[in-house]
């Protein structure tokens, strides 16, 4: 009977995978709970070194302080270029890895010009993912610099290289269209 119970028991791992049972650590999450980023929207071009807001979405669960142990809640962490961290251990804290214990739903962040991520994910009170985990969707953040932000809105709005060009008369017309190729149309 026992050897019964523990070739099932080795079936049952076999069929359903080491991940399963790693993925149980944190808290238990509420059925149908999400995380979404409701702004900036996936592909938006925000400037560069330029203070920006990132909105936290959250549905089917609530937001409660780190170190406060409440059924169906947790905290947020922005996860700034890099993929999601193992699901089941403590989130890392570091530049990529933002912790909002207070229960923030929202922050203000900068990035150098370039291609970046964003990507949220849920934590329990002691910063582990839930089970099953609750994470957004990643995002993808074009970021360039104020003044050719401003001169690609003048050439959107206006169809006109050359007025954009007095906006910003250092960037060439080539610039202008290699950067457009490059920014516009990313993360779609
Ligand atoms: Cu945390």
Redesign the pocket.
Known sequence: MYKLIAVAALVVSATWGAADFAAAAGAPSPHGAYAYIGYPNDGQVVPANKPFRVWFGLRYMGVAP?GVKYPNTG?H?LLIDTDLPPLDK??P?DRNHL???AGETETTIQLPPGKHTLQLLM?DDM?IPHNPPVYSKKITEPTISRLLLAAIHHMAYDGAPSQARSTAPHFSRSLYSRHLRKFLRIGK
């Open positions: 780190k905290h962490h403590e989130i804290s912790h909002f214990g934590g910063h």
